[in-house]
């Protein structure tokens, strides 16, 4: 065996058995004094070309890589569920008992205020939407669940919401919850005589519609 392949090969048997990347004064301890190694790098690299994997540098340090035009076999698409924080389950449980419901009656039901971005996330993930808005001042938007959200936790309707001990076990409520948290009759859920609904009347754009639109488009 000449010098040249038992060096290609020793090279090889030592980037294949590092966890990352070797310069060459890595290799060069570990081989031979004197072995040229920089010749049998290009010696190695030239052996690889055609094949699926290949010897590259990179920042001065070699390593074996997937041929660039293999690397689509490498790619591997996964669903990774979200979970939801405890405040984003509490606003979700206040929402499904009390709907539709404003944020500021999220806040007095939860004792502390509403943060913006836990209502965008349900939204986002189209557990919750926008229902309407009140007739009152100030016209405050109100929410409501989804059919997303029947589907996700396999109700059939908002009748069929389970009671507060099994919303807790699901995960849907914390154990904590302020003093004064109420499971109204769910197959109530969504009568409100003083709400604008999105859907109401037919030939009329709702208000809260030509609002959001409005802001849409100024954005």
Known sequence: MSDLLFIERAIEALLFAAAEPLGLEDLARRLPEGADVAGGLESLRVRYAERGVELACVADRWRFQTAADLSFLMTEERDTPRRLSKAAQETLAIIAYHQPVTRAEIEAVRGVQASRGTLDVLLELAL??????????????????TDLFLEHYGLASLADLPGMADMKAAGLLG???????????????????????????EGETPEFVQDYVGEEEAG
């Open 128 to 145: 919750v939407r926008m229902r309407g808005r009140r007739r009152r001042p100030g016209r405050p938007v109100t929410y409501g669940t």
């Open 175 to 201: 154990l904590d919850l302020p003093p004064g948290f109420a499971v109204p009759d769910p197959s109530r859920s969504g009568d409100d005589e003083d709400a604008l609904d999105f859907e109401g009347g």
